[in-house]
């Protein structure tokens, strides 16, 4: 099993989080803010058995829309896929 967190523009995690609903993912988003003093940015924290993890990253990857990196209203998205040992919902 693993744990993915993706850091991405708030603007963008309604979308990522409903399909990734759709498709049968756990999702916890939460507000984040990332550089010095600076906001707009959620996390969305899904774990994913080892066969499924691929899929959700397309998925993520898919609906990031492509633009001049230099952008900064089109900030990229950070994705960290580690393991994640123990699982429990209670």
Do not use: C, Q, W
Not at 33 to 52: P, Q
Not at 62 to 85: E, F, G, Q, W
Request: without cysteine; charged residues 20%; hydrophobic residues 45%.
């Amino acid at each position: 099993m693993k744990m993915i967190l993706a850091i991405m523009p708030t603007s963008l995690s309604e979308v990522v989080s409903a399909e990734l609903l759709e498709a049968d993912y756990r999702v916890t988003k939460f507000a984040s803010t990332s550089g010095f003093l600076s906001g707009g940015t959620t996390t969305i924290m899904a774990v994913a058995d080892h066969d499924k993890v691929e899929n959700a990253l397309e998925l993520i990857r898919n609906l990031v829309p492509t633009s001049d990196p230099t952008d900064a209203a089109h900030a990229r998205v950070t994705i960290y896929v580690m393991p994640a040992k123990d699982f429990e919902r209670v």
